[in-house]
Every structure is written in C-alpha cells, then in structure tokens.
C-alpha cells in the first residue's frame, strides 16, 4: 500500500506546522494582545492629559498599524495564509491522532487533549473575530456595530458590550466568548511552543523540557493576563468618552479626507 503525500514528508510538516504555529501566528498573537491590553493599562500614559488614557492609548496603536504600507497584503500573505496552513493541518493531525486520556489520566493526555480542543475553538473564535471587525459582518454583531479604525476603542466597546449605550444580555454572552477565545488561543500557543522544542530536538532531557515548560508557563500567564485586560477593559469602556477622545485625536492631528469622512458621519449621526 503506497504512502500518501502527508506521510511521506511527515518529518519536514510536523516542523513547518509548529514553525507556523509560532512565527507569524505566535509571535502576531504577542504583538495583539498586548496592543488591545492598552485600552486598560493607557490610563497610565500620562501623555494623554485630558483625554481618556486606555482609548487614545489604544488609538495611537491602531492608527499606527494601519498606516503600514501594503498592509492588507502583508496580512493575507504573511499572517492568513500560515495561520490556515497551521489550521488546516492541525485539523488533520487531530483527527488522524487518538486520545487516550479516558484510559490514561496524566498530565501529557490532557495537555494532548486541552490543545485538540482549543485549536478546534480557537480557529472559530479566530473566523467570528475577522468576519465581524474585518469583513464587516455586523449581522455577527449585536446591535449591529460596525469596527472602524478610525474609533477603534469606541466600536471595539459597543461591540463587546452589545450597544453603544451599555450592556445587553447578548454583550454579556459576546464578552464572554472572547474571555474563552482568548484564553483558548493563548494555552494553545503556551503549550503548543513548549511542545515545538521537542519536535524540533532542542529540549532533549526532562530538565530540559522542564526548565522550557517554566518558560512558556510564564510567557502563557502574562498573555493571559493582556488578554483577560483587554476583554475588561473594552467591557467597561466608556463609549461616549471615548468617541469624544478619537474624534479629538483626528481633529488634533490634521486628518485625512477619509478620516474627515469619518468624523463628519460619525458628528451628524450624533446630531440627530
């Protein structure tokens, strides 16, 4: 019987799936985290006197994102495309591997089964995250805001909370399926990193393998922390606030005609 093509380069996949896993995807998961955590930890910016600190904080950062050249193709090319061909093959080492975990209760099963799971979960709660704030699939979305760029915070707010005007039942229920996203994606990384040290032969013993696991436990923790902040702090924004510091933000710093397009809209809506 003839091997299939997966079996037959199973060495060199099994390297480039774990390579993909942490750079781009690990390493964009870093850098996500800890920029969505400003709306929480800006407020300490003292730079930002007279405004809200976490919303222009926040601000600044995704402004600064967006202004990337060829940053659409530098996302399709250099984050989708390797986070789906992590997905992808993820997907099928999942369901071609076994779990003996009902058998076998240590710690290496459930740690087997815990990075099954939250692949599976995370790779949906990664396709509703980008339909909703990137597509524009506000159908997603309840009361049906749309993410902009240009009130990152202030969309970002209403969208978790479920209303511009406060908290709803589906806001609630929205926040806490990024709080499980979130949590999800970042063990899934932790561990996944700590696992790609042995596929790659760099922790051979246990120590090593030990002194490596402390390593990703801590990078683990601190992500979660910038995660859970992040998912906090948009739940407790303010909204009208900080639509008031982003519409001050464009004003201060000679805005574009889109970003005048934008305020203009946002103005006269408010208006009536």
């Not at 300490?44 to 601000?59: I, L, S, Y």
């Not at 790609?196 to 120590?207: D, F, N, P, R, Y």
């Not at 948009?234 to 970003?259: C, G, Y």
């Amino acid at each position: 019987m003839s091997e299939s093509l997966l079996d037959r380069h199973h060495y060199l996949l099994r390297r480039l799936h774990s390579l993909s896993g942490i750079m781009p995807a690990g390493a964009f998961l870093i850098s996500h985290l800890t920029t969505n955590s400003a709306i929480l930890w800006g407020h300490a910016n003292g730079k930002w006197d007279g405004m809200h600190g976490g919303a222009a904080e926040f601000q600044h950062e995704v402004s600064f994102i967006h202004s990337i050249p060829f940053l659409l193709l530098i996302e399709i090319f250099g984050l989708w495309i390797p986070i789906a061909f992590h997905a992808l093959l993820g997907i099928y080492y999942a369901r071609s591997g076994k779990s003996n975990l009902a058998s076998y209760g240590y710690g290496g099963n459930l740690r087997y089964s815990l990075q099954r799971i939250s692949g599976y979960i995370g790779l949906i709660f990664i396709l509703y995250h980008v339909a909703t704030l990137r597509w524009g699939w506000t159908f997603l979305v309840p009361g049906g805001t749309e993410w902009s760029a240009e009130f990152a915070g202030s969309t970002m707010g209403a969208i978790m909370q479920g209303s511009p005007d406060g908290f709803t039942a589906m806001g609630f229920a929205i926040a806490c399926f990024y709080f499980l996203g979130v949590t999800l994606l970042v063990y899934h990384f932790a561990n996944g990193l700590w696992t790609a040290a042995i596929t790659w032969g760099l922790t051979i013993s246990e120590a090593a393998q030990k002194r490596w696991g402390y390593v990703c436990a801590g990078l683990g923790v601190g992500l979660m922390f910038a995660g859970w902040a992040a998912i906090i702090g948009f739940a407790a924004l303010d909204v009208d606030k900080a639509r008031e510091t982003e519409m001050q933000m464009i004003e201060s710093h000679a805005a574009t005609p889109e970003q005048a397009d934008t305020l203009s809209t946002a103005t006269s809506k408010e208006d009536h």
